[in-house]
């Protein structure tokens, strides 16, 4: 950050400081994006996560600025190309967080997306978030369809399945996923709709899960969300 950036947030207090460091760090990836410099779109994203964890670096600022590298002058091919770079970046440096080593009695979680590989860095966050809860996370990607999830599912009988879909996305239907039993079915993005209640926030979903049991996870379920 600037000298005047520095004596902004100075003045500005902690809650200010936050925003500042938030809005340098999303303006530090559009620029490393527009450049297409990949070491530095990794180096931002460990700092990020350095500096507001993984559940919080993901609604803060990764997700934001990938919205704005979306919306930017960049368009068509281009465009495309530039946002692919920036997610699989990020994503290996996600990936490349811990090793995070569950108990014996550590929750069970699968973690997919369905039928939809645009949400392999989602998923990655979400598998992240929940490994370093102390969760044992088994992450299915994103290119499995409904019927595979559940069929999984109902095979090894974990606690919970967390399902990722953030824009952009086609609006997802769960399916036969729907009819599991004994498994608490956890949404968690934007592109859900708000009658499924998901959850929006990859940091509530790491708040939940380290604060409450998996039953208690999910509310009161409803046509499009079955616990």
Same mark, same amino acid.
């Given at each position: ?12 207090? !902690? ?5 500042? =460091? ?21 180096? =931002? ?18 997700? =934001? ?25 990020? !994503? ?32 990655? =966050? ?31 009988? #974990? ?8 824009? #952009? ?51 009161? #379920? ?6």
């Amino acid at each position: 950050m600037s000298p005047a950036e520095v004596a902004a947030g100075v003045a500005a207090g !902690e809650d200010g400081r936050h925003v500042l =460091v938030q809005e340098h760090q999303i303006a530090e990836f559009v620029s490393a994006a527009a450049a297409r410099n990949s070491g530095q779109i990794a180096a =931002v994203a460990e700092s990020t996560i350095g500096r507001f964890g993984i559940g919080e670096a993901w609604d803060q600022v990764i997700a =934001v600025a990938l919205a704005e590298i979306r919306a930017g002058t960049a368009t068509g091919a281009m465009a495309t190309a530039t946002e692919e770079l920036v997610r699989t970046r990020v !994503e290996n440096v996600i990936r490349a967080l811990g090793p995070f080593a569950p108990s014996a009695t550590s929750p069970k979680v699968v973690v997919a997306a369905i039928d939809d590989p645009r949400q392999s860095l989602p998923i990655a =966050v979400a598998a992240a978030v929940l490994a370093q809860a102390g969760c044992e996370v088994t992450d299915l990607g994103g290119r499995v369809d409904s019927a595979a999830i559940a069929a999984f599912v109902n095979q090894t009988g #974990p606690d919970a399945v967390v399902l990722c879909s953030w824009l #952009p996305a086609d609006e997802p239907g769960l399916g036969p996923i729907a009819d599991v039993s004994g498994t608490a079915v956890v949404l968690v993005g934007s592109a859900w709709p708000e009658s499924a209640n998901p959850l929006r926030s990859m940091a509530e979903l790491a708040r939940q899960v380290l604060g409450a049991e998996l039953d208690e996870l999910t509310s009161t #379920p409803g046509p499009e969300r079955k616990m």
